[in-house]
């Protein structure tokens, strides 16, 4: 009896083949890095025409790969706004590090399953390392950290509210919300990233239980009223249990006076969890790290590496001192999981997830390349690139609107921002600058006060580009 074998030359082609198939990939990606900066920074293609081009795609029978792979580069050059661009000045998505886009392949190719320790112990061991690092970053005991990696910060943030609602309400994990005597709630800037209101959704408290902070002049969170609100909801039979601070606000870069919510949140037996979801790479300079002071307090801690950690999405990362905690939050048991092997943790028993992508590999192959001292200079380089663009606009006579050490530059000004349409005008602003295709920046309200916002992304900005940002503007406001 003959044994027969699966051929498929695209599933599964020869080797000769596969060593030409990743050649060609290669240059494409090579080309498109090199290229990338003389690229229109933002798509220009309508929905249906990028719809009647990719329909053309039937599946009925095999295509050559070299021209599958040469379109796909094509429709993701076109069809793509570049935030890896130099003059990107947009949201927390940098252009990554390559040696984590490398790292990134080899965990497609290696592909480990991550569920269980016995399945990859190589990859869970290293994204445990990882966990532990950056917990002695944020200040934590040595070896003291546990975590998971996570698909971004939404979902670290959502670990972390499952966690103190767990420590705090054992009930909660079998009985859920209705075996408890009130109604849990939590707290957050007005300012935070509003994905604590899908957190709140999706874990049946509703969003109604999100709390949002007013904030003070400096668009911090204002502890004084945090306090009123906790006692508030207390007096009223609800049941506070947690306090979000942010490290880096995704509107302004601003961090929360963490020490002070610290302080709050203890006095009222409340968690409290840092959402530095962009902000915490500051821990990896001396020189920033002292504008997140208070973070080492932090019961749990959220931080992106694929915002200014510049490692490719997506890949974000929770941190906390209790395992055990993490344990009771996610404990299950399946008769076709395999057993635990002592002294380790099996990721799907301590986290949200249970089989996903060896997503800590491209943070630390980055890692391991650069260094601690390579990210520092990273993080340090694009932060005095903010203060030069703030320099370069203050003397083109624009009014900066936010306070940050941070990279993120948000300003108005310039006759447009008065009256009830100014909001209409700066988002004219932003349409045309975008347009242009030279240079991209957004829009935001700042407590309700609209502003243009730009934030360096990419570790390639460099002062002749902020410089042109604001030509760009000049020219703009001119007509041109």
Same mark, same amino acid.
């Given at each position: ?152 910060? &939404? !979902?670290?943030? $959502?670990?972390? =509210?499952?966690? /103190?609602? %767990? ?5 909660? @994990?079998?009985?859920? *919300? ?11 800037? &007005? !300012?935070?990233? $509003?994905?604590? =209101?899908?957190? /709140?959704? %999706? ?5 109604? @239980?999100?709390?949002? *902070? ?21 007096? /009223? ?244």
């Amino acid at each position: 009896m003959s044994e027969e074998e699966f051929n498929d030359p695209g599933i599964n082609p020869p080797a000769a083949e596969r060593a030409a198939m990743l050649e060609h990939v290669s240059s494409l990606v090579l080309c498109h890095l090199d290229e990338v900066n003389t690229l229109p920074i933002a798509p220009i293609a309508t929905p249906a025409q990028m719809r009647e081009r990719i329909a053309g795609y039937d599946f009925a029978g095999p295509l050559p790969w070299a021209e599958v792979l040469d379109d796909a580069a094509a429709m993701l050059t076109e069809w793509n706004l570049h935030t890896k661009h130099r003059r990107h000045f947009g949201l927390f998505n940098p252009r990554p590090a390559y040696s984590a886009v490398l790292g990134d392949m080899m965990s497609a190719a290696y592909n480990p399953q991550l569920a269980a320790w016995s399945h990859a112990p190589g990859a869970v061991e290293i994204e445990a390392h990882l966990i532990r690092y950056l917990g002695s970053l944020v200040g934590y005991p040595a070896d003291a950290a546990a975590g998971s990696f996570t698909s971004g910060g &939404a !979902e670290a943030n $959502l670990t972390g =509210l499952l966690l /103190a609602l %767990s420590r705090r309400f054992p009930a909660i @994990a079998e009985g859920g *919300v209705r075996a408890l005597p009130g109604r849990p709630v939590f707290y957050a800037s &007005a !300012e935070s990233h $509003l994905a604590w =209101l899908k957190v /709140a959704h %999706s874990t049946g408290l509703g969003r109604d @239980a999100v709390r949002l *902070v007013p904030v003070d002049r400096a668009l911090r969170m204002d502890v004084r009223e945090l306090g009123h609100l906790i006692e508030a909801d207390a007096a /009223a039979g609800h049941l506070p249990f947690l306090v979000a601070g942010t490290a880096g606000t995704t509107s302004a870069g601003v961090v929360d006076p963490l020490p002070d919510i610290a302080r709050t949140a203890r006095e009222h037996g409340l968690a409290f969890h840092v959402d530095a979801a962009w902000g915490g790479a500051a821990l990896m300079s001396p020189k920033l790290r002292g504008v997140l002071a208070g973070i080492e307090q932090a019961d749990s801690v959220t931080i992106d590496a694929h915002k200014w950690l510049s490692v490719p999405l997506g890949a974000g990362v929770f941190v906390c001192r209790d395992l055990e905690g993490l344990r009771r939050a996610f404990r299950v048991s399946a008769a076709y999981m395999p057993a635990a092997v002592d002294e380790t943790v099996d990721p799907y028993s301590s986290s949200n997830q249970w089989s996903r992508r060896f997503v800590g590999l491209r943070l630390f192959t980055a890692l391991a390349v650069s260094g601690r001292p390579g990210f520092a200079s990273m993080v340090e380089h694009q932060s005095a690139m903010g203060e030069r663009l703030r320099s370069l606009l203050v003397r083109a006579g624009w009014r900066l609107v936010n306070t940050t050490a941070l990279p993120v530059v948000c300003f108005t000004g310039r006759g447009l921002d008065t009256g009830q349409d100014a909001a209409a005008r700066l988002e004219r602003v932003v349409a045309r600058v975008v347009e242009r295709g030279n240079c991209w920046i957004s829009a935001t309200r700042l407590n309700g006060q609209p502003a243009l916002r730009a934030c360096v992304t990419s570790f390639e900005t460099t002062e002749s580009d902020v410089a042109a940002l604001v030509r760009e503007l000049d020219e703009v406001l001119a007509g041109k």
